[in-house]
């Protein structure tokens, strides 16, 4: 089964709002990563975040982990249209990585 | 910054051929990993390469077989195609394994299987 679940599975927004997603694992794990993906195009890393890391930041991005609840969420602030793409949180077990299903964001101009 | 290359980008082949797709990791990158995503699926890990040796398995099917090189690119060889093997093939590198290290993507290949 998945390691990751991602919710919700779509979120639009107008720009400049903020947007959250939620990701689910059920595993232990080492780190958490939240990979963009643009419609048919390359995965591209844009955080990634330990487990002994609660809370980590990146320009306009603001990842937490909750490994009590095994969870973690992405808060993209200050939205843009061009933050209009797929969010994806990637998981690593045993060198493994398992990707969840994904949030589909779009940013309304 | 160089990043990761994959060729080809687009690939078209017949049921029952064989493809073999190439796998370019940034300079001084040691682990390449191999991921497999259909169509409006999520990205599923195949298979990953730590200096030259398979570290890991994933959801890889007997059919394909994957190696790294001296240099530390990758190939991941695919016979007896299936139409269900249509998808976008992805590679990323990190240096050092597991999830420790962020993985960078490749722009992946597009395999069509008619």
């Known amino acids: 089964s998945q390691q990751g679940e991602e919710d919700p599975q779509a979120l639009s927004i107008q720009e400049g709002e903020n947007a959250t997603m939620n990701c689910s694992y059920k595993?232990?794990?080492?780190?958490l990563q939240w990979y963009r993906q643009n419609s048919g195009r390359g995965l591209v890393h844009l955080i990634l975040i330990r487990s002994n890391e609660r809370e980590k930041h990146s320009g306009r991005l603001r990842v937490t982990l909750d490994t009590s609840k095994k969870s973690s969420s992405l808060l993209i602030t200050a939205s843009r249209a061009a933050d209009t793409a797929s969010y994806f949180c990637?998981?690593?077990?045993?060198?493994?990585?398992?990707f969840g299903t994904g949030t589909s964001l779009t940013v309304i101009p | 910054a160089a990043g990761v290359i994959q060729s080809p980008r687009h690939l078209i082949k017949e049921k029952r051929e064989t493809a073999t797709l190439k796998c370019y990791p940034i300079?001084?990158?040691?682990?390449v990993y191999w991921y497999q995503q259909g169509p409006g699926q999520d990205p599923q890990f195949l298979i990953s390469?730590?200096?030259?040796?398979?570290?890991d398995k994933g959801s890889i099917p007997d059919r394909f077989s994957a190696q790294q090189f001296s240099d530390y690119h990758s190939e991941l060889n695919m016979s007896s195609l299936e139409l269900g093997d249509s998808a976008l093939y992805f590679c990323a590198s990190s240096f050092g394994q597991g999830g420790t290290y962020e993985q960078y993507f490749g722009p992946g290949t597009r395999l069509t299987v008619t």
């Open positions: 990637a998981t690593d077990a045993r060198n493994q990585f398992y």
């Open positions: 595993t232990s794990i080492n780190n």
């Open positions: 300079p001084r990158h040691d682990t």
């Open positions: 390469f730590y200096e030259k040796m398979q570290s």
